[in-house]
């Protein structure tokens, strides 16, 4: 089965670093990009950006870029999204996504992770 | 960046009935990269339909979608109880790959 199974509930105080993980399954995790999608409670899906596992290249939204870090450890079929210093604003249900692509054509986001809450309090 | 314009905001029908709802791009969605997905409260989205018109894999036939360019339209022909939840168009061709701010279709 194909599946991204994605880390559980986080609790963190503000300023406090965190990494999340989201772990493919059932297929090649070096042929999909991997998307992360935040969905802050009681809004919208946002998209946060993606990685290529192949190379780590990453793409990050404006609206996101330099606050998260994206990365990926291919041995082990693995993505991560990661903050140095949290806040309460990010608290929030983040979402990992995979996308296929074949040369310049692109695939929509086919296989969703579970989503991981996050939660930032003091 | 294209930022997407869904409506209405709230779709309140009953079982049985028709829904369509709109996505208006505020540019040209390149080769029709806009998907449509269905979110339910504590699980994953789902992919229902790519490429403006595509349907995925084990979709029933009752979702369809349809558009070009800047315009794309979703309809669900006849509504089952399992399909009341929140809709979300996004196109994918660019980056960002953003999401329209959905339609939450409720029972009547």
């Known amino acids: 089965e194909v599946q991204l199974v994605q880390t559980g509930a986080e609790v963190k105080k503000p300023g406090e670093s965190l990494r999340i993980s989201c772990k493919g399954s059932?297929?090649?995790?070096?042929?999909?990009?991997i998307n992360w999608v935040r969905q802050m409670p009681g809004k919208g899906l946002e998209w946060m950006g993606r990685?290529?596992?192949?190379?780590?290249?990453?793409n990050y939204s404006p609206s996101f870029h330099g606050h998260v870090t994206m990365s990926t450890d291919k041995s082990i079929s693995t993505a991560y999204l990661q903050w140095t210093s949290l806040q309460a604003s990010d608290t929030a249900v983040y979402y990992c996504?995979?996308?296929?692509?074949?040369?310049?054509?692109?695939?929509?986001?086919?296989?969703w992770g579970q989503g991981t809450m996050v939660t930032v309090s003091s | 960046e294209i930022v997407l314009t869904q409506s209405p905001g709230t779709l309140s029908l009953s079982p049985g009935e028709r829904a369509t709802l709109s996505c208006r791009a505020s540019?040209?969605?390149?080769?029709?990269?806009l998907a449509w997905y269905q979110h339910k409260p504590g699980q994953a989205p789902r992919l229902l339909i790519y490429?403006?018109?595509s349907r995925a894999t084990g979709i029933p036939d009752r979702f369809s979608g349809s558009g070009s360019g800047t315009d794309f339209t979703f309809t669900i022909s006849r509504l089952e109880p399992e399909d009341f939840a929140v809709y979300y168009c996004?196109?994918?061709?660019?980056?960002?790959?953003?999401f329209g701010q959905g339609t939450k279709l409720e029972i009547k």
């Open positions: 996504a995979r996308q296929s692509f074949s040369g310049n054509y692109y695939y929509a986001f086919d296989i």
């Open positions: 059932g297929y090649s995790f070096t042929n999909y990009w």
């Open positions: 990685i290529d596992p192949s190379d780590s290249y990453t």
């Open positions: 540019q040209s969605v390149s080769s029709s990269y």
């Open positions: 490429g403006a018109s």
């Open positions: 996004q196109q994918y061709g660019s980056s960002p790959c953003n």
